[in-house]
């Protein structure tokens, strides 16, 4: 039985189709899908009969889960125990870097139909494009601080943009989104109803181009055609104010201080969560994120490469996979266990440069 390929590529009128093909993974991106995607888009990108790439996940559940992260959490472990190179754990993070960043810079319109399940890593193949279109099953997540890891994939460009104090906040909860916040935090760029979104991308791929006008122009045009109010209650905008109040600080102790002095339901409830999430893993984000507030993309993924290598070599993301996706206990335990057992000293060797071993784009 021969096996489907784990990305696919299509080429239909002027538009480059893209499908990640792992359903049964959620789509979750291993490195040949990284490899593959990137050297697509390259050529895409040269190709003048291409106008626009349009990427979306095989499957009705997700569109793209993440990276494959339990395979490089494994890498980690050996690597740490001396019986692994640790080259999956270099080129994975590498590669996906660099994929993200062709995404950012890529000149042509790159359309994400997101349908299902995007996180993390499906983030990252998704919201640097120049349009992400929404539907009522998009569930969106930057879970990293829930595995012992942080919200990378551009997550240090993308959260700092989001509104007020937002991308602060699902960094540091992990909170799940509907689509309706997806629009609301500026992931989403359109929301489409789920019976449109079949005729949407047939209409992208079989629309007549105009030279005279922009590709983008192009696009917005049909997508706007098939858009409509996004469906549900936002979960976000009611708390908007207690958000950007309590997440404004810029030190975790005195966002856990702001949201005990809050003392509301969602406060509590916003507590909870994080005091789930990695210690380490907390005070690394809300570092990455205003540091990345004020950096190019590039410089960002640079920053996120060197976290990236750090935390390979500790304890909680092999220990975050561990309980999630090996054993499933559901039950971490996180080292050290206490947001203020976590030196100031530990975070910033995690910035440190990598010498010659940095990516530089």
């Known amino acids: 039985m021969t096996q489907e ?9 002027g538009v480059g189709l893209v499908t990640l093909n792992r359903p049964a993974a959620l789509n979750a991106l291993t490195l040949g899908m990284i490899r593959a995607l990137d050297a697509r888009l390259a050529a895409f990108a040269k190709e003048p009969t291409i106008k626009a790439v349009i990427i979306t996940g095989a499957g009705e559940r997700a569109f793209c889960s993440g990276g494959d992260v339990k395979a490089v959490a494994l890498e980690s472990k050996a ?11 270099r080129d994975f ?3 996906e870097y660099v994929l993200n960043h062709r995404i950012f810079t890529f000149p042509k319109p790159y359309i994400s139909l997101v349908n299902g399940i995007v996180m993390g890593g499906g ?20 879970p990293e601080t829930n595995i012992g890891f942080f919200p990378d994939v551009g997550g240090g460009y993308f959260l700092p943009r989001c509104p007020g104090q937002t991308g602060a906040y699902l960094a540091l909860t992990s909170k799940r989104i509907k689509a309706i916040d997806t629009v609301y935090i500026g992931f ?3 929301y489409v109803a789920p019976d449109a979104m079949t005729a ?6 079989t629309m007549k181009w105009d030279d005279t006008e922009t590709a983008k122009a192009q696009v917005d045009a049909v997508i706007e055609k098939h858009t409509s109010e996004p469906a549900g209650t936002s979960e976000i905008a009611p708390h908007r104010e207690q958000i950007d109040t309590c997440f404004a600080h810029d030190r ?3 966002i856990i201080a702001a ?10 409830e916003t507590l909870q969560a994080m005091y789930a999430m990695s210690p380490t893993s907390l005070k690394i984000a809300l570092r990455q994120i205003r540091m990345g507030a004020n950096m190019p993309f590039a410089q960002v993924m640079t920053m996120e490469y060197r976290l990236s290598q750090a935390l390979m070599k500790g304890h909680d993301f092999y220990e975050g996979i561990r309980a999630a996706l090996i054993d499933k206990d559901r039950q971490p335990k996180w080292q050290p266990p206490r947001i203020n057992e976590v030196s100031d000293q530990d975070i910033d060797a995690c910035f440190q440069s990598l010498g010659e071993r940095d990516l530089v784009l």
């Open 188 to 190: 989403g760029t359109h």
């Open 93 to 95: 993070f590498r590669e």
């Open 259 to 268: 949201l005990q002095a809050d003392g509301s339901e969602w406060a509590n």
């Open 5 to 13: 390929p784990e990305i696919l590529f299509e080429v239909r009128g």
């Open 123 to 142: 983030k990252g193949v998704s919201a640097h494009g120049s349009h992400r279109v929404v539907t009522e099953s998009t569930l969106f997540a930057m």
């Open 252 to 254: 975790v102790e005195d």
């Open 200 to 205: 949407l991308r047939e209409e992208l791929c």
């Open 79 to 89: 690597m740490q125990e001396g019986t692994a190179d640790g080259a999956l754990t």
